[in-house]
């Protein structure tokens, strides 16, 4: 299950999951695309590489079908929505790729 908020400091207003209707961009990804691939690879179990291969096939992008979580988050009193795969947020929480705000 995806943590409740990718924002540690922020109130979640709102989370669904969804299906996607079309390709939409992963919040989640813009932050694994940050890491050297190489070194996040050596620490990652081996369903976890699976999830991150297939992320980046996908143009670190959630296409038409998948699952992802939708969520509304208040943060320093702006309203945000964040789209990302529960997967990929839970491999950037366990691995502290968001950043520390």
């Not at 081996?46 to 992008?61: G, H, I, S, W, Y």
């Not at 208040?74 to 839970?90: C, H, P, T, V, W």
Request: net charge positive.
């Amino acid at each position: 299950m995806a943590k409740k908020s990718t924002a540690k400091n922020g109130h979640v207003h709102s989370e669904v999951k969804k299906t996607a209707q079309e390709s939409i961009f992963c919040d989640a990804c813009k932050w694994l695309k940050t890491q050297d691939r190489e070194t996040l690879l050596k620490k990652l179990t081996p369903e976890e590489k699976k999830t991150v291969l297939k992320a980046v096939l996908n143009d670190f992008k959630i296409i038409k079908g998948q699952q992802y979580i939708s969520q509304v988050v208040e943060y320093n009193g702006q309203m945000y929505r964040s789209n990302f795969l529960a997967k990929i947020n839970d491999i950037c929480f366990k691995y502290n790729i968001y950043p520390k705000f």
